[in-house]
Nanobody, 119 residues
Framework: QVHLVESGGGLVQAGGSLRLSCAAS????????MGWYRQPPGKQREMVAL???????NYADSVKGRFTISRDNAKNTVYLQMRSLKPEDTAVYYC?????????????WGQGTLVTISS
């Protein structure tokens, strides 16, 4: 079983910055894709940023140039550096990690961390 623990959410004023972290632990042999998603109030979950094992990244248009995804493979951790935050970035942010355990693949989700941006 694979567990994800997120941290770094909170309340910040518009224009500010936050850094989210997500650490994976458990039965992990290899990690492939790591990503961040968010669910704004009253809306569906959406992709924010993705990082593949080959080093490619992909961002939602709404966060390009403001958010940066990075990963520390030695620590099985993915980060999301968020800058120039806007009220519309307010959401519950979830990390997602996919990979291989000893006997099967896994697709794990974090518990979510609330990010609130005040205007």
């Amino acid at each position: 079983q694979v567990h994800l623990v997120e941290s770094g959410g909170g309340l910040v004023q518009a224009g500010g910055s936050l850094r989210l972290s997500c650490a994976a632990s458990g039965d992990i042999v290899a990690i492939s894709d790591m990503g961040w998603y968010r669910q704004p109030p009253g809306k569906q979950r959406e992709m924010v940023a993705l990082s593949t094992s080959s080093g490619n990244t992909n961002y939602a248009d709404s966060v390009k140039g403001r958010f940066t995804i990075s990963r520390d493979n030695a620590k099985n951790t993915v980060y999301l550096q968020m800058r120039s935050l806007k009220p519309e970035d307010t959401a519950v942010y979830y990390c997602n990690v996919m990979g291989n355990s000893r006997y099967k693949t896994f697709d794990a989700w974090g518990q979510g961390t609330l990010v609130t941006i005040s205007s």
